[in-house]
C-alpha cells in the first residue's frame, strides 16, 4: 500500500487529529492558521484551538494579485503564474508560523488549505447561463503539500458546486456539527470581505440548516479608506465611521442592486461590492465630495441593512443565540447598528472556545476532519444549499 495512504487511514482511526486550517478570506488581510485538535466526527465533533495566529500579508504579494483577484479580464499567465506563487507564499507563512509555535510539521496529521478566491460567479438563471454557479480558488494543493511534507486537502468549494451547491457559504457544516442547539435557534455572522450568515433552528436536522451570503462587509469599506488615506487599512472599532453622517441618497444609490431584494440562499463577493460599486453610487447620487466620514458612516449602514434585512426574514419566534464572528465583528458601531436594527443581542464565538478571528480556519480543518474521518451521509439528506458530501482534494507530500 502507498506510505501516505497507510498514514490517512491510521489518522481516519486515531482517536484525536491535529488538522491545521488554513483560511485566506476576500479581505486579503492576511492568512488566518489555526491549528485544531479534533475528537470525533459529525454531531460529536470536538474541536480545541491549540494556536492561531493571522499573518499579514506584504505589500508585494498584494501587489502581484492586484492584476488578477477579482477581475474580470486577468491575464491567463498571471492566473497560471499566481497558483503556484499563493501556494508557494503560503508555505512559506505556514512554516515560519509553526517554528514561532514550535510545532514540527511531523506532529501535524493534515492540513486544510481554502487558497485565495479569485473569482466566484453566482448564476441563478439556467436559461441564460446553463453552466450555473462557478468559482476559483488560486494555491496549489500538491505544492503545499511537497513543501511542507503534510497531507493536504484543499479546493474545498468545488465539490460543493459539483452537488448542486453555491460553493458558499460552507463554514455553514461547521457552524452546524459545532453550533447547534437542541432549544434555541442559532443565529452565527461572520463579518468578513463579505458577510454570510448561518440559520440553525432549534432542533435542526441538517437538512434544515440554511446558510447565506448577506453581501457587503469590510471589503468596501476597506478599499474606500485605501483610496483616501495613506496607511490606513481599516476603520478601527469604526471610530472613523462613528464620527460621520448617514448620506441617505449615497445608501439608496448603494442599496439599489438586485442581489439585496433576491431571496436568500444567495452567493456574492468583491465582484460586485468594489470600490467601482462604491464610485459609481457616488457619483449617481452627487456624493462624490462627501468626507471620508461620512461615506463609511453611509458604507456602514448598506453593511447594517442588508445584514439586519436577512436577519429579520428568517422564521424567528424568539431571539436566537447569535454569535458573531471576523474581522467586522471587531468593528463596535456597525456591531451596535446591527443589535438595534435586529433586535438581538450578539455574542462572541469565544463563548464556545473557538477565537472569531480563527473561526473560518477552524471551520475549514472541520471539513478536512469530516472527509478523513467522518461520514457526511450519516446526518441526513441535507438540502440543496448544504448537501451531504465530502469536500476538499486531496495532495500527497511525496
Ligand atoms: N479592530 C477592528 N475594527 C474594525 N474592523 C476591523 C478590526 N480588525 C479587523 N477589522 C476588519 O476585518 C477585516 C478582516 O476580516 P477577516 O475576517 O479576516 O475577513 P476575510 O475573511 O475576508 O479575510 C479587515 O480587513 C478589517 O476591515
Ligand atoms: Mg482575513
Redesign the pocket.
Known amino acids: 500500500m502507498n506510505e501516505t495512504i497507510k498514514r490517512l487511514y491510521h489518522t481516519a482511526g486515531k482517536d484525536s487529529r491535529i488538522i491545521l486550517g488554513l483560511?485566506?478570506?476576500?479581505?486579503?488581510?492576511g492568512l488566518?492558521l489555526a491549528l485544531c485538535r479534533f475528537e470525533g466526527f459529525g454531531r460529536d465533533s470536538k474541536v480545541q484551538v491549540l494556536a492561531y495566529d493571522?499573518m499579514p500579508y506584504e505589500d508585494a504579494y498584494l501587489e502581484a494579485l492586484r492584476p488578477v483577484a477579482f477581475q474580470e479580464n486577468a491575464p491567463l499567465s498571471e492566473v497560471c503564474r499566481l497558483n503556484k506563487f499563493i501556494a508557494q507564499t503560503h508555505a512559506k507563512m505556514l512554516k515560519a508560523c509553526l517554528q514561532s509555535w514550535k510545532v514540527d510539521p511531523e506532529d501535524i496529521d493534515l492540513m486544510a488549505s481554502h487558497g485565495q478566491t479569485v473569482m466566484h460567479i453566482p448564476a441563478n438563471d439556467p436559461v441564460t447561463d446553463p453552466v450555473g454557479h462557478s468559482t476559483l480558488q488560486l494555491g496549489d494543493g500538491d505544492l503545499l503539500s511537497v513543501h511542507t511534507g503534510i497531507i493536504c486537502l484543499s479546493d474545498f468549494r468545488q465539490k460543493h458546486i459539483a452537488a448542486g451547491g453555491q460553493g458558499a457559504p460552507l463554514v455553514s457544516y461547521g457552524d452546524y456539527l459545532l453550533f447547534a442547539e437542541p432549544e434555541n435557534p442559532v443565529v452565527l455572522l461572520n463579518?468578513?470581505?463579505i458577510a454570510n450568515l448561518t440559520y440553525i433552528p432549534a432542533e435542526a436536522g441538517f437538512g434544515d440548516v440554511m446558510a447565506t451570503d448577506t453581501g457587503p462587509?469590510?471589503?468596501m469599506?476597506?478599499a474606500f479608506i485605501r483610496s483616501r488615506m495613506e496607511d490606513v487599512?481599516?476603520?478601527?472599532?469604526?471610530r472613523l465611521a462613528a464620527a460621520g453622517e448617514l448620506h441617505q441618497t449615497l445608501l439608496d444609490a448603494l442599496s439599489d442592486d438586485p442581489f439585496f431584494a433576491a431571496p436568500y440562499p444567495k452567493t456574492t463577493g468583491p465582484e460586485l461590492f468594489n470600490l467601482d460599486y462604491l464610485l459609481r453610487a457616488m457619483d449617481k447620487s452627487n456624493c462624490r465630495y462627501l468626507s471620508t466620514e461620512d461615506v463609511l458612516a453611509t458604507l456602514s449602514a448598506l453593511t447594517a441593512n442588508s445584514i439586519s434585512h436577512e436577519i429579520l426574514k428568517l422564521p424567528l419566534a424568539e431571539s436566537p443565540l447569535f454569535y458573531v464572528s471576523?474581522?467586522?465583528a471587531?468593528?463596535k458601531f456597525l456591531l451596535s447598528k446591527i443589535e438595534r436594527l435586529t433586535g438581538y443581542k450578539t455574542m462572541s464565538t469565544e463563548e464556545k472556545n473557538i477565537p472569531p478571528?480563527a473561526k473560518?480556519a477552524v471551520l475549514f480543518a472541520l471539513l478536512a476532519n469530516e472527509t478523513i474521518a467522518g461520514d457526511m451521509g450519516a446526518l441526513g439528506p441535507g438540502s440543496t444549499n448544504m448537501p451531504a458530501i465530502s469536500m476538499g482534494k486531496i495532495s500527497f507530500p511525496y
Open positions: 483560511m485566506s478570506g476576500t479581505s486579503m488581510d488566518d493571522c463579518i468578513g470581505g462587509g469590510n471589503r469599506m476597506d487599512f481599516f476603520d478601527e472599532d469604526g471576523g474581522g467586522g471587531k468593528n478571528d473560518e
